[in-house]
């Protein structure tokens, strides 16, 4: 520690003090005068006796002596203010807090709705994804199928290489597009797995064969919306606290009135300090009205019903808002449900199809230039029947 003081100490930045040479004479022009030298080290002796003044050197000493003279005093004292809340601004701006505080609290919880929300999106698109791969496997097996019996027809002559090399092409298309899936669904499991607070390599979802029901979803009241919407909540909770604010500004125009009120003791002794003539009290009020602010106060005032306007206007848009979603939403589900029926339909008629021909082909009535227009539709169909 010693060391490295005295390596501080010698790295002082900055240019040491160096007094600079005045341009002073050798000696003054008149004669008789010359340049003075200090003369510290020479004792001054009786300077007093010089002004022949009687009581000189009792004067000096005297002064000496005052100037030690000390005195003591002890005292303790305490005081109290108190400002009556006779227009409401502490009750106003307690309000307008506690609003805010509300309004808080509603953010946070539309925050974590639309949390849980993605999670529940991302769940379910990561099942669809299950679901495609596993209808798409379903087509792969088919086409592995038929590409054995159109093997087995050319290896005895009754097809050629052409139709071995498309029915290839179209198992490994439908092979490439169930790898495919794989990215999306590994991408929809990392997301879940930060949503959930952990990391992606520590976290998985296995794949399963069950299909998800759709709950239904019960068609509420427009005012039950209204009590369950956080972020409906919040935005009325932000204009009550606009609200409560007019009044903070209002009572404004009011005069201040503050009480206050002194006690304690003092003594010279500190035996005295706690005996009752040693005591003291003050008591006063003080009241402040400000008569001339160039409008500052009726400013501030039109700002504050200005911000309220705005969030009665922002509140009123929230509550469209969450009607449109929710509207948006239902027609969604009616309307998907509907197409999910129809898919399903589609779905059946395309393997249907597909079955009869590969059958017309084996039995040789149709060629094989059929069987592969028909099997073009089944790998399109399963993405849409999987949503």
Known sequence: MSGLAL??????????????????????????????????????????????????????????????????????????????????????????????????????????????????????????????????????????????ITRNQYQSGTTDQSAVSQAEAQLESTRAQAIAVGVTRAQLEHAIAVLIGKPPAEFSI????????VPVIPAEMPSALLERRPDIAASERLMAAANAQIGVFVAGFYPNITLTGDYGTSALTLNRLLATTSRFWAFGSNLVQTIFDAGARSAQVEEARAVFDQDVANYRQTVLTAFQQVEDQLAALRILG??????????????????????????????????????????????????
């Open 7 to 148: 390596l501080l100490s010698a790295c002082t930045v900055g240019p040491d003090y160096q007094r600079p040479n005045a341009p002073v004479p050798a000696q003054y022009k008149e004669a008789g005068w010359k340049v003075g030298e200090p003369l510290d080290a020479i004792d001054r002796g009786a300077w007093w006796s010089v002004y022949k003044r009687t009581g000189g050197g009792s004067s000096s000493s005297t002064g000496f002596g005052r100037s030690g003279f000390t005195s003591s005093s002890f005292s303790t004292s305490a005081s109290a203010s108190w400002a009556p809340d006779l227009w409401g601004k502490i009750r106003r701006t307690v309000e307008s807090d506690v609003a805010s505080a509300q309004a808080s609290a509603g953010d946070l919880a539309s925050a974590r709705l639309s949390a849980q929300g993605t999670l529940a999106s991302d769940y379910l698109q990561l099942r669809t994804s299950d679901e495609l791969k596993r209808l798409l496997d379903a087509v792969a097996s088919y086409y592995a199928e038929s590409l054995r």
């Open 206 to 213: 296995p794949p399963t064969e069950a299909r998800i029901a």
């Open 338 to 387: 509907q197409e999910a029926e129809v898919q399903d339909k589609a779905v059946a008629a395309a393997f249907e199809a597909a079955r009869i021909l590969n059958n017309q082909y084996l039995a040789g009535t149709v060629a094989f230039t059929s069987v592969i227009v028909a099997d073009q539709t089944p790998p399109r169909i399963p993405e849409v029947s999987a949503r």
